[in-house]
């Protein structure tokens, strides 16, 4: 499937993107198209809200093209990775549907909110390391994955050329990670 995004790129590179942190893409569907939208800081900047970009014809079904959208915004940010390396959050949805994130905003797991004058207790999620490049999932997986999980499992990863793994296997590993996590070796490098 074919995902024209250019017309928006045009535009949103004809912007002055600095003063922005949250980017949303918003995707619609009608009887002849599917268009999309780029909205910054919940709505201080809309490209296209009133002529939104046709990004491809109706014949397909709409997972396919949110599925085919998220590839697209993918391939787009990381090959303009400069301009979008200052937002904090950036996702992709229908308009009444779920988000999906690309960049998902997250606070800090050393700032938790203290409870009872207690730090509380942080469990990472395979979502906190999606943003990991391979080579950061791999040298996380070598620092705080548990004695026990790397003594059966470090054959098997360790070898591996994580920058060539597919999107799939990668999150494998950041559950495997996820799941595994040494905790106390995470606190006590603080």
């Known amino acids: ?14 912007e002055d993107l600095r003063p922005y942190s949250s980017l949303l893409f918003t995707i619609y569907q009608d009887q002849d198209a599917f268009s ?12 296209g809200r009133e002529n939104p970009y046709v990004i491809c014809g109706a014949a397909s079904p709409w997972k396919k093209v949110e599925k085919a959208v998220g590839k697209a915004l993918a391939k787009l940010i990381k090959s303009n990775s400069s301009s979008y390396s200052h937002f904090d959050s950036i996702a992709y949805g229908f308009a009444d549907g779920d ?10 797991k050393d700032d938790a909110l203290l409870k009872g004058g207690k730090k509380e207790t942080v469990h990472f999620t395979s979502e906190d390391f999606k943003d ?13 994955l548990k004695a026990e999980a ?8 360790f070898t591996l050329k994580f920058e060539t793994l597919s999107e799939e296997q990668l999150q494998y590993w950041r559950e495997f ?7 106390e070796k995470y606190h006590s490098d603080k």
Do not use: H
Not at 5 to 12: G, K, M, T, W, Y
Not at 99 to 108: E, F, H, Q, S, V
Not at 132 to 144: E, H
């Open 36 to 47: 999309i939208e780029a909205c910054f800081d919940e709505g201080a900047l809309v490209l």
């Open 99 to 108: 988000l999906n994130y690309i960049r998902k905003p997250r606070k800090k």
């Open 150 to 157: 790397n003594e059966k499992s470090w054959k098997e990863w």
């Open 177 to 183: 990670l996820a799941s595994n996590f040494d905790y």
């Open 132 to 144: 990991f490049t391979p080579a950061k999932l791999k040298a996380w997986l070598t620092v705080y």
């Open 1 to 14: 499937m074919d995902i024209q995004l250019e017309p928006l790129s045009d535009a949103i590179r004809k």
